[in-house]
């Protein structure tokens, strides 16, 4: 089972977009673009700096 993590290698801020990226096996942009109009019209920015409390960072780079 893969673990949840933030990414050291695909990251603008703070690796939480790259981490879900990795994780789900999908583009970091489409995760960034999805992250971005929540936090126009929802609690994005909010959900995002939870992540970064929450999610700790990958240990393996």
């Known amino acids: 089972m893969k673990k949840l993590y933030r990414s050291r290698n695909e990251k603008m801020l703070c690796g939480v977009c790259g981490g ?10 489409i995760i960034r ?19 970064i409390f929450i999610i700790p960072e990958n240990p393996m780079y």
């Open 20 to 29: 879900l990226s990795e994780h789900l096996n999908i583009d970091p942009t």
């Open 33 to 51: 673009l999805i992250f971005a109009a929540f936090g126009f019209w929802g609690p994005g920015i909010g959900v995002y700096i939870l992540c």
